[in-house]
């Protein structure tokens, strides 16, 4: 029998070819860094498919300039703030089974009143943080 896995635990790389790869245990932001050390050579194309619980607000902005992140609240409720590059900015609140599109470019953090769960569908290339 094939091994079940938790998203929110071992997220998948969605890559070149239509691959589905299921990714090591999350262990923290730092993370990430190796993410981009297996699958770099996807550029752009590659997606990182991750689910994270949230009880606080975020602390701080991401961008993702090579392509667009999907966000799709499947647990309480959220606000998403984004910032573009001409300096617009735009709230979108999402409640279980709402999403909202972060466009490339496009900074966004969140707040969460009491909690919330989400799936992000990420074209990581790139990414960067920035303090809230």
């Known amino acids: 029998m094939a091994k079940a896995h938790k998203l929110?635990?071992?997220f998948?790389?969605?890559?070149?070819?239509?691959?589905?790869?299921?990714?090591p245990t999350f262990a923290g932001?730092?993370?990430?860094?190796?993410?981009?050390?297996?699958?770099?050579?996807?550029?752009a194309e590659g997606r990182l498919v991750s689910m994270h619980h949230f009880t606080e607000d975020w602390d701080s902005w991401?961008?993702?300039p090579a392509g667009s992140e999907v966000v799709i609240c499947i647990e309480g409720a959220m606000v998403?703030?984004?910032?573009?590059?001409?300096?617009?900015?735009?709230?979108v609140m999402l409640a279980a089974g709402e999403y909202a599109i972060n466009?490339?470019?496009?900074?966004?953090?969140?707040d969460v009143a009491e909690s919330a769960t989400a799936i992000f569908i990420t074209s990581g290339l790139g990414t960067e943080h920035r303090p809230r």
């Open 8 to 10: 929110g635990d071992e």
């Open 12 to 23: 998948i790389h969605l890559g070149l070819g239509a691959t589905a790869v299921p990714q």
């Open 29 to 43: 932001m730092e993370w990430y860094e190796a993410y981009g050390e297996r699958h770099g050579a996807d550029g």
């Open 62 to 64: 991401e961008v993702h």
């Open 80 to 91: 998403l703030t984004q910032e573009w590059p001409d300096g617009r900015t735009g709230q």
């Open 103 to 110: 466009e490339p470019g496009v900074w966004h953090t969140a």
